[in-house]
């Protein structure tokens, strides 16, 4: 699914203008994007958790030579799914 895609579901179950739908979906994801830049957590109940993680700088391998290099300390998002999400993923499916 696409942002487009999202827009035009917007437009066709809310009733928006597709102009009006897509300014809602942009306000949306840019303050998804201005909060996780902030750093703090966004909790979707239902949905999931964004969360920022800060990872520390450390030695890795190039893969292809072997040769050691330091990867830079940075800032990585996570995602992880409600029970919610996931029971309605595998929902009709046997358990193991």
Known sequence: MTKADIIE???EQIGFSKKEAAEVVELVFETM???LEEGEKIKISGFGNFV??????????NPQ????IMITERRVLT?????????????GRGEA
Do not use: I, M
């Not at 030579?65 to 050691?68: A, C, F, L």
């Open 79 to 91: 995602f992880k799914p409600s029970q919610v999400l996931k029971d309605s993923l595998n929902e």
């Open 9 to 11: 579901a917007v437009y």
């Open 33 to 35: 994007k201005d909060t």
């Open 52 to 61: 920022v993680r800060e990872k520390r700088a450390r030695v890795g391998r």
């Open 65 to 68: 030579t072997g040769n050691k």
